[in-house]
């Protein structure tokens, strides 16, 4: 079973920065997209930063460009948010998020991890 550990998730004020991790416990080019989701209380998950794993294609949410930066480290099986310039309204819990196509469809997700910005 694949799992997504994510962690980096923390309080910080407005203007700050952090830098989220997510580790899979399999090679990550076994998945065709990997990428970071949030959910604020209250509101849908939402898209924040997708990548395609052999393409390295990115798409960010209009919300967090120029903020925000997707990255990977292939020997890790690891993924990274680098969030600055934070704001309150990035506040929300982040999940890890990947998908394989291979022997079919199937998505995974992490535990999700805090991320609280106060102004």
């Known amino acids: 079973q694949v799992q997504l550990v994510e962690s980096g998730g923390d309080s910080v004020q407005a203007g700050g920065s952090l830098r989220l991790s997510c580790t899979a416990s399999?090679?990550?080019?076994?998945?065709?997209?990997m990428g970071w989701y949030r959910q604020a209380p209250g509101k849908q998950r939402e898209s924040v930063a997708t990548?395609?794993?052999?393409?390295?294609?990115?798409n960010y949410a209009d919300s967090v460009k120029g903020r925000f930066t997707i990255s990977r480290d292939n020997a890790k099986n690891t993924i990274y948010l680098q969030m600055n310039s934070l704001k309150p309204e990035d506040t929300a819990v982040y999940y890890c998020?990947?998908?394989?196509?291979?022997?079919?469809?199937?998505?995974?997700w992490g535990q999700g991890t805090q991320v609280t910005v106060s102004s």
């Open positions: 990548a395609t794993i052999g393409s390295s294609i990115i």
């Open positions: 998020y990947a998908r394989t196509y291979r022997s079919g469809s199937a998505d995974y």
């Open positions: 399999t090679n990550i080019f076994s998945f065709a997209i």
